[in-house]
């Protein structure tokens, strides 16, 4: 665990460090990146310093070849790192189980920028090996938010982004706090071969819901809702989705479609009908290539079939 190179002081020792790994690192002979080794048997985990240089800490386990069994004492699963928290108190522990902050001070700010920004946290997966056959799936991140039997709650969310621009106009900055925004950016590549028996989904909303929703408003009960939620200084946004081709991309052929013709996605197909009963309504959209807005008429009464 490493070891303490001080003085006593009032036959105490004061103490530098929580855990030093200099002590076996000089007697072993190890470098940056190398590591003391905690028990395992073949799929043992090493932890030590980072870098010579930039520092941190490492902490590797190479060889992950064998899937943890129940009876291990675990619940299937092979990891490198598991932390694991069991609050007993009567509060919300708001803070996780993992808590990670970064924070640049007022005195460092930067004076040039190759285009990334601060990362907080990264995560990333790779795979290498060509496999032959389709055995292997890769996640980059699995957020998973059960209660179990006997429980409740006033709310479970699988996952919170958010963004909060509290800046200042400042000195160095042309006239606003923030030049570019966004919540959430989600991006697809696909540069090898997806089949046409396969999936190519940018983004996937998923409803496995097999209990009782008594929401009784359209906006309770929506699977994806648009909000606006505070009085913007410069009035509304002008649309509320906006479709958008960039570069050399080939779009989409249709803004909409819907698996089937039953009504069951809000889709009625009618063959020739005739229009019935009076528009009560329009939606509005504009043609940005145009300059022109547009209205689709709602009308209050189905039309004939």
């Not at 699988?158 to 966004?182: K, L, N, Q, W």
């Not at 991309?249 to 803004?255: L, V």
């Amino acid at each position: 665990m490493g070891v303490y190179r001080g003085a006593y002081v009032d036959g105490r020792i004061t103490g530098q460090h929580g855990i030093d790994f200099s002590w076996a690192e000089a007697k072993l002979g190890l470098g940056a990146g190398k590591t003391v080794k905690f028990r395992g048997s073949s799929e043992y985990a090493t932890m030590g310093y980072y870098h010579a240089t930039v520092g941190g800490i490492l902490i590797q386990q190479t060889a992950m070849t064998v899937k943890e069994t129940v009876a291990d004492g675990g619940d299937g699963g092979s990891r490198v790192l598991q932390l694991k928290g069991y609050p007993t108190g009567v509060v919300e522990i708001d803070k996780g189980v993992l808590n990670v902050k970064m924070i640049r001070q007022p005195g460092y700010p930067c004076t040039s920028w190759g285009g990334a920004p601060d990362t907080a946290g990264r995560i990333e997966v790779y795979n290498y090996a060509p496999h032959t056959t389709a055995k292997l799936g890769i996640r980059g991140l699995y957020v998973y938010a059960r209660q179990y039997t006997g429980g409740n709650c006033s709310n479970i969310y699988g996952a919170e982004v958010s963004t909060d621009d509290r800046g200042s106009y400042g000195a160095g900055t042309p006239g606003h706090s923030v030049a570019d925004m966004r919540s959430l950016i989600v991006t697809f590549r696909a540069n090898g071969v997806i089949p046409a028996a396969g999936t190519a989904n940018v983004l996937h909303v998923q409803d496995n819901s097999q209990g009782s929703i008594q929401c009784n408003t359209y906006a309770g009960s929506a699977m994806v809702k648009i909000e606006s939620a505070q009085v913007i200084a410069t009035g509304a946004r002008l649309t509320g989705v906006h479709f958008h081709t960039s570069g050399s991309g080939s779009g989409w052929t249709n803004a909409f479609s819907f698996q089937t013709a039953t009504g069951k996605e809000g889709f009625t197909a009618i063959a020739d009908g005739d229009h019935q009963g009076k528009v009560n309504g329009y939606i509005k959209i504009y043609d940005v290539a145009t300059a022109q807005t547009l209205y689709i008429n709602c009308y209050d009464t189905v039309p004939s079939t």
